[in-house]
């Protein structure tokens, strides 16, 4: 058999990984076999083990490729005018594209796991720790212009950032009542406002 192309691969994982998040959303994490994304992705157990060695390291390539990177080219300068953006500018950013993750909700679920998994906390600590240095030198422009680009105000900007980012998902995630749109403004308005 014919060894994939580096290009191909990343398609299979790809392929693979969006298997997962459609049975992640819709049994939930904790409730997803890998024989389900087996079945979901109708691949062969071969194909999937040969890219991923469980639901953990999928979760890992999800969040590590698509919403790492999502975050980083949505506050890129090139994606926000080339000048430096508020905070509020740089929320709104990221989790207006969190209205096109059909999975979003999934998130929620794998936070709420971590108390049980250590493998997944440690993962999610990892990533919410690189999450917090992209958005940190993503504010820095913006408080340099503020005239206090100190690590104390630095830190400050940052930590209500991602409190607001992991609030707006919960929140919608768990309310069906909250509009998105509504919520995203306000919560940018506050952080403007630090």
């Known amino acids: 058999m014919p060894r994939l192309t580096e290009a191909s691969r990343q398609r299979r994982r790809e392929q693979i990984a969006a298997a997962a998040m459609r049975c992640f959303a819709r049994q939930g994490f904790r409730d997803t076999t890998m024989a389900d994304i087996i079945a979901e992705s109708g691949l062969s157990a071969?194909?999937?083990?040969?890219?991923?060695?469980?639901?953990?390291?999928?979760?890992?390539?999800?969040?590590?490729?698509?919403?790492?990177?999502?975050?980083?080219?949505?506050?890129?300068?090139?994606?926000?005018?080339?000048?430096?953006?508020?905070?509020?500018?740089?929320?709104?950013?990221?989790?207006?594209?969190?209205?096109?993750?059909?999975?979003?909700?999934?998130?929620?679920?794998?936070?709420?796991?971590?108390?049980?998994?250590?493998?997944?906390?440690?993962?999610?600590?990892?990533?919410?720790?690189?999450?917090?240095?992209?958005?940190?030198e993503a504010v820095r422009p913006w408080a340099h212009e503020q005239g206090d680009a100190s690590d104390a105000r630095l830190d400050a900007v940052t930590d209500a950032l991602i409190a607001c980012v992991q609030g707006f998902v919960v929140r919608c995630t768990l309310d069906a009542a909250v509009d998105p749109a509504s919520l995203a403004r306000t919560l940018a308005t506050f952080l403007d406002r630090m």
């Open 46 to 136: 071969g194909s999937i083990y040969s890219h991923f060695e469980s639901k953990a390291d999928l979760m890992r390539m999800v969040a590590s490729d698509v919403l790492e990177a999502r975050v980083r080219g949505l506050i890129a300068p090139d994606a926000l005018g080339g000048h430096p953006a508020s905070p509020g500018r740089l929320f709104e950013a990221v989790v207006t594209s969190f209205f096109e993750l059909e999975s979003v909700g999934v998130l929620v679920q794998v936070w709420g796991e971590t108390p049980n998994d250590p493998e997944l906390a440690a993962f999610a600590e990892e990533k919410v720790h690189e999450i917090r240095g992209i958005f940190r």
